[in-house]
C-alpha cells in the first residue's frame, strides 16, 4: 500500500486505521495528511488516523490540498513536515497529491527536477502536470 518514494519518505493513497501498525513497522515518524476533510464518504477521518497515530507514538500533521492546486503556504508547509529525523507517510485519496506535493518541496530546496521526476516515476507517480512549476521553483532554489 506504501510507496517508497525515497528513502525516508512514502507516499500512499487513503489509510485507515489499520496502516498505522504498518506504518509503526516501517519506522515512520510522522503521518502527514494531504487530504481534506469531507472529501468522499468513504474516506477515514483525519481525527481518528490522528489519535492512533499519536497513540502509536507517531507524529501527525495535516496539510490538506483540493484538486484546485497548490498553494505557497502548502508547499513551505509540507518542506516544514519533510524535516524531520526518521521516515514520513504522506498520504491523499490516490497519493497523487501527496506526491507533486513532496516533488515542490523538493524542488523549493533546490533539487533536481530530473531526480525528482524520477523517484517519483519510481514510486509510481507522474510529476509531468507540475513540471514546469518543479523546474521554476528548482531554479529559485
Known amino acids: 500500500m506504501f510507496r517508497q518514494i525515497t528513502d525516508s519518505v512514502f507516499a500512499s493513497p487513503q489509510i485507515g486505521i489499520d496502516a498505522i501498525a504498518e ?3 516501517l519506522g515512520i515518524v510522522r503521518i502527514i495528511n494531504n ?3 469531507g472529501e468522499s464518504d468513504d474516506q477515514t477521518p483525519g481525527e481518528d488516523i490522528e489519535a492512533a497515530a499519536r497513540e502509536a507514538g507517531i507524529d501527525y500533521i495535516a496539510i490538506p490540498v483540493t484538486h484546485s492546486g ?3 503556504t502548502q508547499v513551505d508547509a509540507m518542506e516544514q513536515a519533510l524535516a524531520v529525523d526518521g521516515p514520513v507517510l504522506a498520504y491523499c485519496r ?7 506535493l513532496w516533488a515542490l518541496a523538493r ?7 530530473a531526480v525528482i521526476a524520477s523517484k ?3 514510486a509510481g507517480y507522474d510529476v509531468a502536470p507540475i513540471r514546469q512549476l ?5 531554479a529559485r532554489g
Open 107 to 113: 524542488a523549493k530546496a533546490g533539487d533536481s527536477p
Open 94 to 100: 490516490s497519493g497523487t497529491r501527496s506526491t507533486l
Open 23 to 25: 506504518a509503526k513497522a
Open 134 to 138: 518543479i523546474e521554476m521553483l528548482s
Open 70 to 72: 497548490f498553494s505557497q
Open 120 to 122: 517519483a516515476a519510481g
Open 35 to 37: 487530504r481534506p476533510e
